[in-house]
């Protein structure tokens, strides 16, 4: 089984008649439940409110892939719980990093640049344009995923040059935006996917579904675990014998 943590910020959801409305629950627990509906997935829920954030050091130590949406409250994630979360990515936890997430701690931390994009809310439509149709990311997605609306998100994306771009987004009003893309951080997998603004039922889609689990599935952990701690190896350990000063 693959072991998710679906974290989220839980705000517009206690604030937002409309975000309300369509995510009764919150969006955490609409993704965590389509992600269940895969045999080989458990997903559970954290959120911003709980006791260091729902992820405590064990939690995380159980956790295959993380996912995040937040949003308006980025900074009150605590900095020692990014350091946490960077860590487990780096030892090879994977993570998915969720629409405006783009502007979270972690994902700042992790990829090192601004992560600012360009942004417009006008309700209007996105294809999301499948740009590799090979990659299991993109599994069952046909060409392309029409949403009927959508919060524009647009380059330039400053981000670090993509390992791999999955998904380039078009919108009615024009712009284009590197939509679903992919890097490796130490020995964790890191997928960023844009769709998902919290006043359209964008988590609703199935399509939509599919990619978020057709990510999890990439991104879990291959092999064992890097434990990244930089030993100095003795020379009298070296496999050909060395003396000090050779
Ligand atoms: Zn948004």
Not at 13 to 32: D, Q, R
Not at 72 to 85: G, Y
Not at 123 to 146: D, M, T
């Amino acid at each position: 089984m693959i072991n998710v943590t679906v974290w989220g910020e839980n705000v517009h959801e206690h604030k937002n008649e409309k975000v309300k409305s369509i995510y009764p629950n919150g969006m955490h627990n609409c993704i965590a439940d389509f992600l269940n509906k895969h045999s080989e997935i458990k997903a559970k829920t954290a959120t911003l409110q709980e006791e260091e954030h729902g992820l405590t050091q064990e939690v995380l130590d159980n956790t295959d892939v993380l996912t995040w949406w937040g949003h308006c409250a980025h900074d009150q994630v605590s900095d020692e719980i990014v350091k946490r979360v960077q860590k487990r990515v780096l030892e090879g936890m994977g993570l998915l990093v969720l629409h405006s997430g783009h502007y979270s701690k972690i994902f700042k931390t992790l990829l090192g640049t601004s992560c600012s994009l360009t942004w417009r809310e006008a309700g209007e439509r996105e294809r999301v344009w499948v740009s590799q149709p090979g990659h299991p990311i993109a599994r069952g997605i046909n060409k392309c995923i029409e949403l009927e609306q959508s919060e524009m998100y647009g380059e330039p994306f400053a981000i670090p040059t993509p390992d791999e771009t999955i998904f380039i987004s078009w919108f009615e009003g024009g712009d284009v935006f590197r939509s679903g893309v992919t890097w490796k951080r130490g020995n964790g997998k890191i997928f960023y996917f844009s769709p998902g603004h919290e006043t359209y039922p964008i988590y609703h889609n199935e399509e939509i579904q599919s990619v978020i689990t057709n990510g999890v599935l990439w991104a879990k952990a291959e092999g064992t675990k890097w434990i990244d701690s930089c030993p100095q190896v003795p020379i009298d350990s070296a496999k050909e014998p060395i003396k000090k000063g050779n």
